[in-house]
């Protein structure tokens, strides 16, 4: 017997222990060929959502439902993934429209509402001719993908402004085969005109807090606390470029000035530092989700601040290397 669960005991482990060392495996690989990063929106088989944290072991992503899912690194190496590009995206969506509207009113109509929503290299598809519908798809690139889950929402809702606008009825003749109605029977929403009364140009999302900024409070605080950090080490960077190049300046009222410049700059980026830290012991906690806004608006903050410190010692360094060219 002892023998028996020696052996169970001993498979139990190597076992257990290939696992652990595949994801570790899968981890150190995937920090060495980076396919995505904090923040990015990765699908990986059903799994869709924004990268909250990268370990050695497991990957976390935020889905749309703002739920944690823990994915072991071998699924990430071991299955098709997909990373959304941060430089922009193609978003799109279909609408079936009947035989009898022309085909140029609709791309007219779905151009306008693709533009309403700030698209690029807008386009519209012919999809489908079905035996009692044609299916238009229209789409277009998104650059500024954080929106992405409000966007392809707004692009939906303008294609449904623009469409009645133009007086064309979102209905195929299938809904019209299946319920009888007069033939004069328009269905178009009858307070559309009071609704619509603003020009286009003038449409806007207006919300206190995105939609992205709810669903993925985690993702996006992870990638602007990457973001910073980074920062913080290029400053250190350029700290030691400005430490070279003053003591190539003769003038020494003019070294006196600059390195009081830097001095400040650089209590700036201790006080940045410090702020950082204090907001990122916050964010390991298990804290109540009512305070991620807030933290949410204080990192924000600290990433435009960070911005500006990094813009001024870039002046200091240019100043500094104008006057040893002179």
Do not use: W
């Amino acid at each position: 017997m002892l023998s028996f669960f020696g052996i169970l005991l001993g498979a139990t482990i190597a076992l257990s222990s290939t696992t652990f060392v595949a994801n570790g495996m899968s981890g150190i690989m995937l920090s060495r060929i980076k396919p995505f990063k904090a923040g990015d929106y990765i699908r990986v088989a059903d799994t869709f959502g924004r990268v909250s944290d990268i370990g050695i072991l497991h990957t976390q992503v935020q889905s749309i439902d703002r739920d944690i899912i823990t994915i072991p690194n071998l699924k990430l190496i071991s299955n098709p993934l997909v990373t959304i590009s941060s430089s922009g995206t193609v978003i799109s969506t279909t609408v079936s429209l009947g035989y009898n509207v022309s085909r140029e009113s609709v791309e007219k109509a779905l151009i306008k509402a693709a533009e309403k929503v700030e698209l690029e290299n807008i386009f519209v598809h012919m999809i489908e001719l079905g035996d009692f519908s044609v299916t238009y798809k229209v789409g277009g690139l998104l650059k500024d993908v954080s929106s992405l889950i409000t966007k392809k929402s707004d692009l939906k809702k303008m294609m449904f402004d623009s469409l009645h606008e133009d007086h064309i009825e979102i209905v195929s003749p299938t809904f019209m085969n299946q319920r009888v109605y007069d033939k004069d029977t328009v269905f178009i929403p009858a307070d559309h005109d009071k609704v619509c009364v603003k020009p286009p140009a003038t449409y806007e999302y207006v919300t206190e807090v995105t939609t992205e900024d709810v669903i993925f409070a985690k993702a996006i605080e992870a990638e602007i606390t990457k973001k910073i950090s980074k920062m913080v080490e290029y400053m250190d960077q350029r700290q030691n470029e400005f430490s070279n190049l003053i003591n190539l300046i003769s003038d020494e009222g003019i070294k006196l000035v600059e390195r009081q410049n830097l001095d400040s700059i650089l209590e700036q980026k201790e006080r940045l530092k410090d702020d950082l830290d204090s907001i990122t012991a916050v964010l390991k906690k298990e804290d109540d989700t009512s305070t991620d806004g807030v933290r949410l608006k204080a990192l924000q903050y600290l990433d435009s601040k960070a911005s500006e410190i990094n813009i001024e010692l870039k002046e200091l360094l240019d100043r500094v290397s104008s006057e040893i060219e002179q």
